[in-house]
């Protein structure tokens, strides 16, 4: 009798290790996306909810408001992801070659992912402040400023996007000196044999070595660019800037449903949003593969 080839899915005692996980995605994860798709579809309040078909998306897809909020979101993760990933590569690919001790520069680079980015957007005010920030203080010796970084509804997209850099760069640097050391040191040393400058080498045997991983961060930055809200909260003192001039899609989201009440409004709109994160991934991930190959 043939023998049957051991799946791990066919196996109660694995979906037995599987449960407590599976209960706890399913209760916190699954559950909130199916609510979000039935309320966005309702209207009233939260203790009678009544169902409004799609004119809850009419209103939504019609306001002015959100127009602004999916601009700035767009803005702030087609500035921030690329940028924040060119200059982590510099970096990463720094302390790898010209740094001796690089796991004390790894842990100091690390040190801003650990920390709150409330805590980080405090600080952030303070260099950014138009009277006594040590960014104006650093530009006065250039003959420039005072920037009023915080006040002017013209310098808030801005001034999100130099701190969603900054607060990107630690995952980033991390994610890159660990593909840099999966790349094997031959191909290096072949391509000193044939006198490749070091330039050649990180176009040729560098970023192709390190497709699968700048593939990853590009999927998970834009992800989390497009849901950008502690940034916007923490940096703005609980707003989104001067006359909302930062709002974005997620916090367009908090202030229907927290802030006006409209919850299903609200819902609509958290569904466009994960309906174009879904989408714009899906197009960035067959793009890279088509790349990649």
């Known amino acids: ?43 009233g309040t939260l203790n009678n909810l009544q169902f409004n078909g799609f004119k809850n998306f009419q209103v939504v897809l019609q306001d002015p408001k959100f127009h602004d909020a999916i601009g700035n979101t767009a803005l702030f993760s087609f500035v921030v992801v690329p940028v924040g990933l060119i ?9 790898f070659e010209k740094i001796k001790y690089k796991s004390l520069f790894e842990t100091i680079f690390f040190i801003p992912y650990l920390t709150s980015v409330i805590a980080v957007g405090i600080v952030f005010r303070f260099l950014f402040n138009g009277d006594y920030g040590f960014i104006n203080y650093l530009l006065s010796f250039i003959n420039v400023g005072p920037i009023n970084f915080l006040d002017d509804p013209s310098m808030s997209m801005t001034t999100l996007i130099l701190f969603g850099i900054w607060s990107g ?7 890159l000196l660990s593909g840099l050391r999966t790349i094997d040191e031959s191909y290096y040393k072949v391509a000193d044999m044939f006198g490749a400058t070091k330039m050649e080498q990180f176009f040729k045997i560098t970023l192709p070595q390190l497709i699968p991983t700048i593939t990853f961060l590009l999927m998970m930055n834009f992800i989390n660019a497009f849901k950008v809200y502690a940034q916007v909260f923490s940096l703005f003192n609980g707003k989104a800037g001067i006359a909302n001039s930062a709002t974005t899609g997620v916090f367009y989201i908090f202030n229907k449903f927290y802030v006006e009440y409209r919850y299903g409004q609200g819902m609509a709109a958290a569904v466009i949003l994960f309906a174009l994160i879904l989408l714009f991934t899906l197009i960035q991930n067959y793009v890279l593969k088509r790349i990649s190959k």
């Open 1 to 43: 009798m043939r023998k049957l080839k051991y799946r791990a899915e066919n196996s109660p005692q694995a979906w037995l290790f599987l449960l407590p996980a599976l209960i706890i995605i399913g209760v916190f994860n699954v559950l909130p996306l199916i609510k979000t798709f039935i309320m966005s579809m309702q209207k």
């Open 87 to 95: 200059i982590s590569m510099f970096i990463a690919v720094t302390i």
């Open 169 to 175: 760069l630690a995952f980033n640097i991390i994610i």
